[in-house]
């Protein structure tokens, strides 16, 4: 029963593992498509600023212009945070994998031990257990 006990709590523990894991790789993967989102924002923003038909003022164009460099290297600076990102949140999948993996094992292992102290009890009992063996009567004299 030891044995069962304690691969019951190992399997509890990488349950936990496997949750703390999945919870990482989630983050990690809406950390990614949250730099994403904001790459595509700067990408419109960008787009947005045209000059606009008409007679329009030297400063203003200079600014527009400066503004649109501004994003645009936001934007392209974004490209290897989001690069990085991308690797962090695969390494933490990849974990969960793992943990996942672990937490399967862990599972089968209590099983077994489980099936196992099953038997041993049956054959325990099955050894306490003796048949009688019936004496046939003696015949009487009528």
Excluded: W
Excluded at 11 to 22: E, K, L, T
Excluded at 42 to 61: E, H, Q, V, Y
Excluded at 69 to 75: I, T, Y
């Amino acid at each position: 029963m030891n044995k069962v006990r304690q691969r019951a709590r190992i399997a509890r523990v990488r349950g936990i593992q496997h949750g703390i894991a999945s919870m990482a790789a989630a983050k990690a993967s809406g950390h990614v498509q949250f730099l994403e989102a904001n790459e595509q924002r700067l990408k419109t923003m960008r787009d947005g600023l045209a000059a606009s038909p008409g007679a329009t003022c030297g400063a203003t164009l200079a600014s527009v212009g400066e503004l649109a460099m501004r994003l645009e290297a936001a934007r392209e600076g974004l490209g290897t945070t989001i690069a990085s990102a991308k690797i962090a949140a695969r390494l933490r999948e990849e974990a969960r994998l793992g943990a996942r993996r672990d937490q399967d094992c862990a599972e089968k292992l209590e099983r077994k031990a489980a099936s196992a102290a099953a038997r041993a009890y049956e054959k325990r009992a099955g050894a306490n257990f003796r048949p009688r063996i019936k004496n046939q009567p003696v015949e009487s004299e009528q």
